[in-house]
């Protein structure tokens, strides 16, 4: 990191434990990205209820190139945070899991979705549960019944329009996880 970690205590004496234990969850941050730039730990423990324990809510500001990382573990979402470090241990894997996805994002490794492939329904054999559906480019993959979605097979008709996944079949390329498109639905 280029600046030292800074630590906030709200509602709270300071603890030299708890400090450790923030210092030591920082290191490995900073080990496991070595980008990082700034890191803002606060704690508060807004709550003094009588009857049970303080709910520690702790957050987590990474300063990073080309933006800010926030995690906050919230006292109301988890009783297990009455335990400080187990605070601390959530809201540091929080941040952890955004870094892990802002590497990701910098180095160009995010998920590209496909967008599921176009055709009708060009022939149709109920009593032997499936049926063949044309594509765009003329070719007609074989589909079964329970490859398409929300049971649909049986309103099937022939020149339904579907979206669908091609597969390596047996014999071949074939439909999977075939959805029919709805009446609303502009194909581009």
Not at 53 to 68: F, I, W
Not at 125 to 134: F, L, R, S, T, V
Not at 154 to 179: I, Q
Request: proline share 4%; charged share 30%; hydrophobic share 35%.
């Amino acid at each position: 990191m280029k600046r030292p970690l800074e630590i906030i205590f709200r509602n709270m004496q300071p603890s030299a434990a708890v400090e450790t234990a923030f210092r030591d969850r920082a290191t490995k941050l900073d080990r496991f990205y070595q980008q990082l730039m700034a890191c803002r730990v606060t704690i508060n423990a807004p709550h003094k209820h009588h009857h049970k324990g303080n709910l520690y809510h702790v957050k987590v500001d990474l300063t990073v190139p080309n933006g800010e990382l926030v995690a906050s573990r919230s006292a109301e979402d988890n009783h297990a945070h009455e335990d400080v470090y187990v605070a601390i241990r959530d809201a540091f894997e929080a941040i952890r899991r955004r870094v892990e996805e802002h590497a990701r994002r910098r180095r160009g490794h995010v998920k590209a979705h496909d967008t599921p492939a176009y055709g009708r329904v060009s022939r149709l054999y109920p009593e032997k549960d499936y049926g063949m559906i044309q594509t765009d480019d003329r070719r007609e993959l074989y589909s079964h019944r329970n490859s398409v979605l929300n049971a649909s097979f049986d309103k099937l008709e022939l020149r339904t329009e579907v979206r669908f996944a091609e597969v390596a079949g047996d014999l071949g390329p074939k439909a999977s996880t075939v959805t029919v498109v709805g009446k609303h639905h502009v194909v581009g």
